[in-house]
């Protein structure tokens, strides 16, 4: 009873799965990364193809890839065909004979072929023996997976205008999208033979453990560039990029997929950070010789018109800035200005680029008039004679002795 039993299996089957399927997959949504495809067969009644097994794709099956969608055909647990280009896949090297297709076979050999498979089957109590499955995967943009730093991420700050290189902790948060871009390694990675639709959910917590854990060197590679975190978000492509490298080898080499966008809805510091960066930015302005002045300026500015206000009394507050600067305020700020000692701050002129430092003017020599008086011009204040003029250069004395004064400094004659 069982081999008759298993006789008339073998028979049926192999004559049910000799018609040509027609294999479809409905619109695979943004929550659905895979899915086994299926028979269509008409709900009407009119289609003869019902009694067909499920996991047995005859010879010249015909299987429609939609836009968006890439399509495997698995037999026996291994990859036989793969196709990523919308419209008719025509599966032509099944290994179940269709006695409706064959081009190079006739009806006769397309019957034999057939009765061979019942052979077979027969071995396997009726049974197929053989196991060929269809999966579409979601070729589109995985958008609104949403991510977010629980604790503060490293961020090195760079500024080679002022020689600034810091390590600071930032916190983010915003979106980021994927794509399967190699479904063979993420059937064989990822999903597998599955029965049910293979959804995100199912990878999203670890895909969002793998991408904040490249976040960090994915900032240090945006820093190098001269990026600063608050300009991050400007540069998301970049980013994007740099996470990709980051992840090429868990993401892109072990599971087929990569990051196709990266968005960052807000980036910020810590306050001490910030106030940190501010402060050093500051200094950093400093070293220009103008900028400074600048500043001393207004700060005098400032104190001068808080002294003013003072409650104690205007004199009380302008006491305090003169012994300010007699404590050392004063010496700092011709430091600054490029002034000596005993100048004042008349001796300054104002230009128009920056206030310059004039030197004060060279007091003239005086000089004693034969009538006793005292001048400093080139005529005497009180006789008005003219003021002797120093003798140019050394003379040669009769004695033959060098000398430069009025006086021959070896034997005492007048120079002629």
């Known amino acids: 009873m069982g081999l008759l039993r298993a006789g008339m299996g073998a028979v049926g089957g192999v004559l049910a799965d ?16 895979a899915a086994k495809g299926r028979k269509r067969t008409s709900s009407q009644g009119r289609s ?26 698995v037999e026996q647990g291994a990859v036989v065909e793969a196709s990523g280009e919308p419209g008719e896949f025509v599966f032509d090297r099944s290994t179940e004979p269709s006695l409706f297709f064959g081009e190079n076979a006739s009806l006769r050999e397309r019957i034999r072929s057939s009765f061979e498979r019942v052979g077979t089957r027969f071995t396997f109590g009726g049974d197929t023996g053989k196991d060929q499955r269809v999966y579409f995967f979601n070729a589109k943009e995985i958008v609104g997976n949403k991510y977010g730093t629980a604790t503060p991420v490293p961020f090195r700050v760079v500024d080679a205008n002022i020689g600034l290189d810091v390590d600071i902790s930032v916190r983010c948060n915003g979106e980021y999208s994927y794509r399967i871009t190699d479904p063979l390694m993420f059937y064989k990675s990822v999903c597998g ?31 190098e560039m001269g990026v600063r975190y608050s300009a991050v978000p400007a540069h998301t492509k970049e980013l994007a990029q740099a996470l990709n490298e980051e992840l090429s080898e868990s993401w892109s080499q072990l599971r087929g997929i990569e990051v196709a966008a990266f968005g960052v809805n807000s980036i910020a510091a810590s306050p001490e950070d910030e106030a940190m960066i501010k402060e050093l930015q500051k200094a950093a302005v400093m070293r220009d010789p103008a900028m400074a002045r ?11 018109r808080q002294a003013a206000s003072n409650s104690a009394g205007a004199a009380v507050g302008f006491m305090g800035m003169g012994m300010a600067n007699a404590a050392g305020a004063g010496m700092n700020m011709q430091g600054i200005w490029g002034i000596g000692a005993g100048q004042g701050q008349g001796d300054f002129q104002h230009g128009g680029a920056g206030t310059q430092s004039q030197p ?13 008086a005292q001048s400093t011009g080139r005529f005497c204040s009180n006789c008005g004679r003219p003021r002797p003029q120093p003798a140019d250069g050394p003379w040669t004395c009769s004695c033959g002795a060098q000398s430069t004064g009025r006086f021959c400094s070896n034997c005492g004659r007048p120079r002629p």
């Open 294 to 304: 600048a500043n001393l300026v207004a700060s005098q500015a400032d104190a001068m």
């Open 48 to 73: 003869s193809n019902s009694a067909g097994e499920d996991n047995i794709i005859s010879d010249g099956s015909i299987i429609a890839v939609n836009e968006g969608q890439y399509m495997i055909i």
């Open 360 to 372: 004060p003017a060279q007091a003239q020599d005086s000089w004693t008039c034969s009538c006793g």
């Open 193 to 223: 033979n599955v029965e049910e639709p293979f959804t995100r959910d199912r990878i999203d917590s670890q895909l969002k453990s793998d991408l904040l854990t490249a976040l960090q060197p994915a900032f240090a590679r945006i820093s």
């Open 18 to 33: 000799s018609w040509r399927d027609f294999f479809y997959c409905d619109a695979l949504d943004a929550n659905t990364l």
